[in-house]
T-cell receptor, first 109, second 111 residues
Framework: GESVGLHLPTLSVQEGDNSIINCAYS??????FIWYKQESGKGPQFIIDIRSNMDKRQGQRVTVLLNKTVKHLSLQIAATQPGDSAVYFCAATNVRYIFGTGTRLKVLA | DADVTQTPRNRITKTGKRIMLECSQT?????MYWYRQDPGLGLQLIYYSFDVKDINKGEISDGYSVSRQAQAKFSLSLESAIPNQTALYFC??????????FGPGTRLTVL
């Protein structure tokens, strides 16, 4: 069946450095991709999205890159801050949303 | 005020009890979803609804049922709760094929 996987369960980054979180998806028909941030005890929050007709999209301090050839998605966070500590997961959708398991980002002071 | 609300936020119940989780949204979205989240697993879709009279099974619908009483309300029921239904439950809404907005979650423990 369809799947979405994240490459690392945990990522530790020094405050101020850039973070890169990766995601792979299996369904080549997926046409919309989303990155979510989930803090402890809270529901997932939208960070940034990208449609399959794009390779890159930038937001405030975040960039999503999409490589449809290898079915890979990445989230880049610039100048990582303590408030960025959370679990990040991607979702891919064609009709249904398929979610990855999440990467826990730890920001080291 | 939150766009997507869930009640209760926490619930402890016993095996065999009937439980209902409620979800309300003020976003005006037609599409609503129920997911469960377990440690180490991605969100798993239980049921979804694209309109008031529309109900669709997700990946893990066994043991659950839903009711879409109005555009703004989508409730999830466990007819006879069992311990392996202990999990974090999320309701979400979306507008067509766009981002989903999630509620704060309901932590359910079945003893």
């Amino acid at each position: 069946g369809e799947s979405v996987g994240l490459h690392l369960p945990t990522l530790s980054v020094q405050e101020g450095d850039n973070s890169i979180i990766n995601c792979a998806y299996s369904n080549s028909a997926s046409d919309y991709f989303i990155w979510y941030k989930q803090e402890s005890g809270k529901g997932p929050q939208f960070i940034i999205d990208i449609r399959s007709n794009m390779d890159k999209r930038q937001g405030q301090r975040v960039t999503v890159l999409l490589n449809k050839t290898v079915k890979h998605l990445s989230l880049q966070i610039a100048a990582t801050q303590p408030g960025d500590s959370a679990v990040y997961f991607c979702a891919a959708t064609n009709v249904r949303y398929i979610f990855g398991t999440g990467t826990r980002l730890k920001v080291l002071a | 005020d939150a766009d997507v609300t869930q009640t209760p936020r926490n619930r402890i119940t016993k095996t065999g009890k009937r439980i209902m989780l409620e979800c309300s949204q003020t976003k005006g979205h037609d599409r609503m979803y129920w997911y469960r989240q377990d440690p180490g697993l991605g969100l798993q879709l239980i049921y979804y609804s694209f309109d008031v009279k529309d109900i669709n099974k997700g990946e893990i619908s066994d043991g659950y049922s839903v009711s879409r009483q109005a555009q703004a309300k989508f409730s999830l029921s466990l007819e006879s709760a069992i311990p392996n239904q202990t999990a974090l439950y999320f309701c979400a809404t979306s507008d067509l094929a766009n981002e989903q907005f999630f509620g704060p979650g309901t932590r359910l423990t079945v003893l």
